[in-house]
């Protein structure tokens, strides 16, 4: 599931903006299957960052990543319709510096992070030893 949709897009950017960087066939409406891939890579590279902390995918997205989200996909858009604008390519580079933030825990998403060892051990605690090595002997 994407962290962001169509609707997202259309909130952040309107209408006019997803047409001329989806309507493939000329027909006035967004290509969904173009906008739906567009949001998933969007959505998979940001996973790629957020990894490194939280449990992927995310069961609830927070807004932040949501605007993330669109941001990278809109880039990914104009780039395959040399719709690319400066703007664009600074909310991109700075959605990837976000994530990167993220990524190293400088910035929360305030969501729960999954405990971490250290070197990957697990630790079992159990409690003490009712027998000891011998005790059965004859």
Known sequence: MAYATQ???????SLDELLILTDRDQDDQPDTAVVDRALADATA???TYLAARYQVPLSS???VLLRLC??????RLSTD????????????E????MLRLIAKGEVSLG?????????GAVL???SERKFKRGSFRP
Do not use: C
């Not at 969501?111 to 070197?119: A, F, H, Y």
């Open 111 to 119: 969501l729960p992070t999954p405990p971490k060892s250290s070197n």
């Open 81 to 92: 319709r040399a719709g690319g604008t400066e703007e664009r390519r600074t909310r991109y």
């Open 94 to 97: 700075d959605a990837t510096a």
């Open 61 to 63: 997205v927070p807004d």
């Open 70 to 75: 669109v941001d990278i996909a809109i880039y």
């Open 7 to 13: 609707q997202d897009i259309i909130d952040r950017y």
């Open 124 to 126: 079992v605690v159990g």
């Open 45 to 47: 590279e940001i996973d």
